[in-house]
């Protein structure tokens, strides 16, 4: 691994993926450091930069579909992997088969957890609960229907847990075709055994008529190691997971740091560090 703060990476990509929460965002807002980053890749190299995110299309940032309208961004992976596409339209989709989507829904009920489906319309939670009906209006995309993911298109199911200690730790998830992605210690996604970001990113790189190993990402979480692994340069934030930290090519800053700005300064010379 390379120290990023230090020295500069000497790789110049086709293709660039962003995770989104806690690297390009923090709390659900695009830093305006990192859009004004963007927009000057965008406008002064022919770089492409696209989203990789874990996040269902339903709950992408409006600033980062602003973006995308605007063809800053040349597509999204998003749902880890699931659902990607471009402002044009879609590029590949995996779906739950109805078998999975039933085998995860009673894996949650079995053990009374909180748990919710994606679409690329809804997040439909298959809870029903007082803290859930107060959250409904700040996400216009979520409603409360438990068979929803019997007669809709479903890509992953969000799980919420408690306490450390009621985390499924004891489900033999491989044995069913499964895998449960921790993006915090109170929640996580459950996905078909074979999904994830880098699945998702191979796609869109073949869309686009580009080697995977030209492609850089930059992320934070747990659900971009596979990623980490199959491009040709990956790069952690300073504020990362140390499981990722660990596959990472390079480690820059935090947001607050400019970390962005200090991997990318390389690749666009005019990008001043107090952008």
Known sequence: MTDVLNTPPIFTPKIIFFDI??????EGKLAPQNKATLEALAAQTDIKLAIATGRSKSLIPD??????????FDAIVCTNGQYNFTKQGLISHYPLTLAQAEKIDALCQQDHLMHKFDSD?????????????????????????????????????SVFFSHNADRMQDVDFAKKGLKLVYWHHVGGDILPIEA???????DVCHYFDIDIKQAMAI???FNDIEMFKAVGFSVAMGDSEPE????????????????????????????????
């Open 21 to 26: 929460d806690d690297t390009l965002c923090r």
């Open 121 to 157: 319309r809804h997040l439909a939670w298959a809870t029903d609960n007082e803290k859930i009906r107060a959250s409904l209006p700040d996400y216009p995309s979520a409603i409360i229907d438990p068979d929803y993911y019997k007669t809709n298109t479903v890509y992953q199911c």
């Open 244 to 275: 990722l930290i660990q596959v990472a090519d390079f480690v820059t800053g935090t947001i607050e740091d400019k970390g962005i700005q200090k991997v990318l300064h390389p690749l666009l010379p005019n990008l001043s560090q107090q952008t």
């Open 196 to 202: 994830s970001k880098a699945r998702g990113v191979s």
């Open 219 to 221: 992320g934070d979480g």
């Open 63 to 72: 600033d980062i579909l602003e973006l995308l309208d605007r063809q800053v």
